[in-house]
Nanobody
Framework: QVQLVESGGGSVQAGGSLRLHCAAS????????MVWFRQAPGKEREGVAS???????RYTDSVKGRFTISQDNVKNTLYLQMNALKPEDTAMYYC????????????????????WGQGTQVTVSS
């Protein structure tokens, strides 16, 4: 089964950029639906960006035009490029993988993902 390890989080000022990494082992990312979730204190886990097995990407409205999800199947790594960061982007960010054959409308549903990383903290100050 695939294991996921996130890195790249940190503290930045509003307007800054970060690039999150999610390194996978034990399985090839091309066989999974991949997603980035985030969770701020006292809030529910929120789907941020997903990428399908066909490369199709989806974003939650609040990050469209600022975040880009991508993956390198040779390096077996998922990325989240985050630009123009805002204080409301502050959260713990998690990558997750789904082995479902099809996700349909479940691409931002945590229950669809069986493999999770430990998370990386992103803090944006105003």
């Amino acid at each position: 089964q695939v294991q996921l390890v996130e890195s790249g989080g940190g503290s930045v000022q509003a307007g800054g950029s970060l690039r999150l990494h999610c390194a996978a082992s034990g399985g090839n990312l091309s066989r999974y639906y991949m997603v980035w979730f985030r969770q701020a204190p006292g809030k529910e886990r929120e789907g941020v960006a997903s990428i399908g097995k066909d490369g199709a990407t989806r974003y939650t409205d609040s990050v469209k035009g600022r975040f880009t999800i991508s993956q390198d199947n040779v390096k077996n790594t998922l990325y989240l490029q985050m630009n123009a960061l805002k204080p409301e982007d502050t959260a713990m960010y998690y990558c997750a993988a789904s082995s479902w054959a099809r996700l349909g409308d479940w691409y931002f549903s945590p229950s669809a993902y069986g493999y999770w990383g430990q998370g990386t903290q992103v803090t944006v100050s105003s």
